[in-house]
């Protein structure tokens, strides 16, 4: 959008993908917020000038907005605490339609447990049964990759080609998970 002339027809979608109102995509464009309301109603055809100082602004939003981690995350953080039984696991995996949680031992991360892994367990076990009410601690996985609030969603893409989800930290408190999922999702609606 650096070079190119919005289309008039698509400056309010635009502009509300932005978050822009009218009055504020008038301030920066140095226009009437009249004529941003007139151009979007189709009343009236822009002059080159005016339409190019619109596209300037919406590009300059376009830059300076950067989705962050904190804005695609899903939250609360639903996981399992160490103690829990491989059984109480797969339930809530099952209830939730999850495929991987985290690992708590009270509010810490201690690691992951995904269905792969149990599966796994059940495929070698000769009494699968058993294998269920064995502790979550004894077959935990490493932790989920964990990133800041504020890191750009960009950076997120190449965690996920290595790790099936990211865990968003604010201080020392989880505030949220990051699931290929949620970028899918968040990727559709920009």
């Known amino acids: 959008m650096s070079s190119a002339l919005i289309e008039p027809k698509q400056l309010k979608k635009v502009r509300t993908q932005l978050g ?10 140095g226009v009437s917020q009249s004529i941003v309301a007139k151009i979007e109603a189709g009343s009236v ?3 080159y000038g005016t339409l190019a100082a619109i596209s300037k602004a919406l590009s300059s939003g376009t830059r300076d907005r950067v989705r962050k981690a904190g804005e695609v995350m899903s939250s609360p953080v639903v996981g399992v605490q160490e103690g829990a039984t491989l059984k109480e696991c797969a339930a809530l995996m099952k209830r939730k339609g999850f495929s991987q949680v985290p690992v708590f031992s009270g509010g810490r ?14 495929a ?6 058993k294998v269920l009410d064995e502790k979550v601690k004894d077959h935990v996985q490493p932790a989920f990759a964990v990133v800041g609030k504020d890191t750009p969603v960009d950076a997120l893409f190449s965690l996920f080609k290595h790790l099936p989800a990211v ?3 604010s201080g020392e408190k989880v505030q949220g998970i990051v ?12």
Do not use: C, N
């Not at 991360?109 to 059940?122: A, E, K």
């Not at 699931?179 to 920009?190: F, P, R, V």
């Open 20 to 29: 822009y109102t009218q009055a504020r995509l008038a301030r920066e464009a």
């Open 45 to 47: 055809d822009p002059t």
């Open 109 to 122: 991360i201690v690691g992951t447990i995904t269905d792969s892994r149990v599966m796994d367990l059940l």
């Open 124 to 129: 070698a076990a000769p009494d699968p049964k």
């Open 167 to 169: 865990l968003v930290e």
């Open 179 to 190: 699931t290929k999922i949620d970028l899918m999702t968040a990727a559709g609606s920009e």
